[in-house]
């Protein structure tokens, strides 16, 4: 009753990062509430599952283990995670803002009447006074995100209805082991008594994803062009950078508007979220939107035309030149001092 609960995916014998990541955030936050840290899995051949989780911190555990479950899909997932919060009554929920989060997490808020903010960038908890009615509330969920186009960052709460539910962008949060001994319960749900043969009326006939040939977020150094960069051509200094220094390349966000890289690079608030051990800005001026994604790097370095350049405030070091300058002067010196 009133614990936090964390919508795990499953895929291919494997929780989804972005739900360990929110299981890591979740602990923290149960711990500030005195709660318990809670778990929903749904999927098919579920056995061990736990074993992937309780280190971060669970306490329960719900398997909905079923073969009709083994994709995702909208009805079935969503008339368990409806009937297991109301059995629950949970005072906060989490999902990924993914594929599945993106189209589950409405559904259930809707149902639910409990409300849901979307893409959140932090999570927190803390006191609220309503200006209009002076009525106080104490511990509620601060769903923070940008708004406005990143403009301003918004706090939004929700006072009376529950759960509070967020979803977070996969790489916002810190993935961290709580305990690697930690020991939690495991409840195997009977998904009969949750799912009614309605909730299959579709079934899943050929199912094809093809898997992304692109690893940014995994990647401990990025290589990343903005549109100082000056064309897709400039661009190819980049990955030749990259491939030198065994790193990937991420663009922003007005580079992949110009048509100039793939969107599966674009890193930023409307992209990926990074966390590498090494990032390298080049031509990228430092709006809000990219810094979202990637200011939690461990060293930044610019390079840039602009010794004012947003960006440069946040760099660890900044070389101030053009792209065509720059970096063959990085590639000659790097290949001279690397034999």
């Known amino acids: 009753m009133n614990n936090i609960i964390v919508y795990c995916e499953f895929e291919d014998g494997r929780v989804a990062d972005v739900s ?47 073969k009709r479950l083994e994709h995702y899909q909208t009805l079935p997932h969503t008339s368990i995670v409806c009937k297991l919060f109301e059995e629950q009554k949970p005072q906060i929920a989490f999902m990924g803002a993914t594929t599945v989060g993106r189209d589950l997490g409405p559904r259930v808020s809707s149902k639910l009447h409990s409300g849901l903010t ?62 690697a001994d930690y020991k939690g319960e495991v409840v195997k749900l009977d998904v009969n008594k949750y799912v009614s043969a309605t909730d299959f009326a579709v079934s899943i006939i050929d199912r094809q ?13 990025i290589v990343s062009g903005g549109y100082g960069v000056g064309s897709k051509e400039n661009f190819q200094l980049l990955f030749d950078f990259a491939s030198l220094i065994n790193a990937e390349v991420g663009a922003s966000r007005a580079a992949v508007d110009a048509g100039w890289v793939e969107h599966e690079r674009q890193i930023g608030q ?15 001026s430092g709006q809000i939107q990219h810094i979202a994604g990637m200011q939690e790097s461990s060293m930044i370095i610019s390079i840039n035309s602009d010794p004012n350049a947003p960006i440069n405030k946040i760099a660890d070091y900044v070389i101030t030149g053009t792209i065509e300058d720059v970096l063959p002067k990085l590639i000659k010196y790097y290949k001279q001092n690397s034999k």
């Open 118 to 179: 979307a893409d959140c960038t932090n999570l927190e908890i803390g006191p609220h006074t309503d200006v209009k009615t002076g009525k106080s509330y104490e511990d509620l969920l601060y769903q923070i995100r940008p708004a406005f186009g990143g403009n301003i960052i918004a706090t939004i709460v929700n006072p009376e209805c529950r759960p509070q539910m967020a979803t977070v962008r996969e790489g916002v949060m810190k993935k961290e082991i709580f305990k």
């Open 20 to 66: 360990l990541e929110l299981l890591t955030k979740g602990r923290k936050l149960a711990n500030k509430l005195n709660c318990k840290l809670e778990a929903l899995i749904i999927g098919a051949n579920l056995d061990g599952v736990e074993k992937q989780v309780f280190p971060y911190g669970v306490d329960t555990v719900y398997l909905a283990a079923d």
């Open 209 to 221: 994803i093809e898997k992304s040939k692109i690893n940014i977020k995994g990647s401990p150094i």
């Open 270 to 284: 409307t992209g990926v979220t990074v966390r590498p051990k090494l990032y390298i800005a080049c031509g990228i």
